[in-house]
């Protein structure tokens, strides 16, 4: 194989003297591109783990998961009712699951008691019925946090 001058000194350099011309293979370490295609969006690598679009993208779907989650639990709990009674049941008080009173029935044997028996009566009615419903709606919640996949939803304090 034959070497014409011009590629022998673009391939070589020269090492010691200029007397003494030995012919060594290049000296300058060869350039190569490194590309990476696993980061900052490239093509092939399965991707970059952050890649803002694809995070933004999941914090939207987990958005409207939590949202529609929500507002499916609020209206199961509107429409759920919870009764709460005095201790003889002479008074009834009806809360939603959201704690909003809807309806109180008073017996004739609690208002022929007196008003202040009655006043009484009916608050713990009220206080049982709100019992019932607080029980009511923490239970929803730990069932949405469940199917949400928090982990451990007992340990929220709710």
Do not use: W
């Amino acid at each position: 194989m034959a070497l014409s001058a011009r590629s022998l000194r673009a391939n070589t350099c020269v090492s010691g003297r200029q007397a003494a011309r030995r012919v060594v293979p290049s000296c300058r370490p060869r350039r190569t591109q490194l590309q990476v295609n696993a980061l900052f969006g490239g093509q092939g690598g399965g991707g970059n783990p952050f890649d803002m679009k694809n995070i933004m993208e999941s914090v939207k779907k987990a958005q409207q998961l939590v949202q529609t989650e929500t507002a499916r639990v609020q209206a199961e709990l509107a429409a759920t009712e919870f009764e709460g009674y005095d201790e003889d049941e002479y008074v009834r008080v009806v809360m939603s699951g959201n704690q909003e009173p809807r309806q109180v029935d008073i017996t004739q044997a609690a208002i022929d008691m007196g008003a202040e028996e009655c006043s009484r009566r009916t608050t713990e009615a009220m206080r049982d019925a709100h019992t019932k419903s607080v029980a009511g709606m923490k239970e929803k919640m730990r069932e949405l946090a469940k199917n949400l996949g928090i982990p451990n939803p007992g340990a929220l304090s709710m």
